[in-house]
């Protein structure tokens, strides 16, 4: 009887050191991608500011041979261009994955 109690005991023990273990381990894993995560925010935060500074570039490039208002106005329209262009595509393949 005293093997089988001391078996139940050790079955016990190597069960609750497993969940132990394997907390230990996803909350490493919960950290790593938590800071992975933390860094790519912070890498497509400065990746949209240096494509706001890249069209303020050729906007102001624009300026120096037309009027600043003309080259605003030209940046705008392209801008507005690729949004209809890149919602016409997104519209496409969000109908094509439906079917």
């Given at each position: 009887?005293?093997?089988?109690t001391?078996f139940a005991?050790?079955?016990r023990r190597?069960t609750?050191?497993?969940?132990?273990?394997?907390?230990?381990?996803?909350?490493?894993?919960?950290?790593?991608?938590?800071?992975?995560?933390a860094?790519?925010?912070?890498?497509?935060v400065?990746?949209v500011l240096?494509?706001?500074?890249?069209i303020a570039t050729?906007a102001?490039?624009l300026?120096t041979?037309?009027?600043?208002?003309?080259?605003?106005l030209?940046?705008?329209g392209?801008?507005?261009?690729l949004?209809?262009?890149?919602?016409a595509?997104?519209?496409?393949?969000?109908r094509?994955a439906?079917?």
């Open positions: 009887m005293k093997l089988a001391d005991e050790h079955v190597l609750r050191l497993e969940l132990e273990l394997k907390t230990l381990e996803l909350k490493g894993k919960a950290r790593a991608l938590g800071a992975g995560a860094v790519g925010l912070g890498g497509a400065f990746a240096g494509v706001c500074f890249a050729i102001a490039a300026a041979a037309m009027s600043v208002w003309l080259a605003l030209i940046m705008t392209a801008l507005l261009l949004a209809g262009i890149a919602g595509v997104a519209a496409r393949l969000l094509r439906k079917h």
